[in-house]
């Protein structure tokens, strides 16, 4: 079992910056990649970024040169800084990890950040 904690979010103008922080708990051995979804209101759950045990990344094209993930892979913690936001980037944000052998996604209690224009 993993358990994963979020911090960070709230409230930004337009143009604003946020971080985010996840930290994982429990088997965290287990865990081959983490990430960030998010899920606004009426709309599915996406990916934002993710990042894998050896350190590549990869961005929805919504948030690249404006979102950076980074993590500590021996900790499993990873953290979503968010850059020159826009209020279409409002929505609940959850952490997500990834076990090996068969796959299977964790997610965090979610974080809500909301970006006014």
């Known amino acids: 079992q993993v358990q994963l904690v979020e911090s960070g979010g709230g409230l930004a103008q337009a143009g604003g910056s946020l971080r985010l922080s996840c930290a994982a708990s429990?088997?965290?051995?287990?865990?081959?990649?983490m990430g960030w979804y998010r899920q606004a209101p009426g709309k599915q759950r996406e990916l934002v970024a993710a990042?894998?045990?050896?350190?590549?990344?990869n961005y929805a094209d919504s948030v690249k040169g404006r979102f950076a993930i980074s993590g500590d892979n021996a900790k499993k913690t990873v953290l979503l800084q968010m850059n020159s936001l826009k209020p279409e980037d409002t929505a609940v944000y959850y952490c997500n990890a990834v076990v090996a052998g068969p796959p299977f996604y964790y997610w965090g209690q979610g974080t809500q950040v909301t970006v006014s224009s």
């Open positions: 429990g088997s965290i051995f287990s865990i081959n990649n």
């Open positions: 990042i894998t045990s050896g350190g590549s990344t």
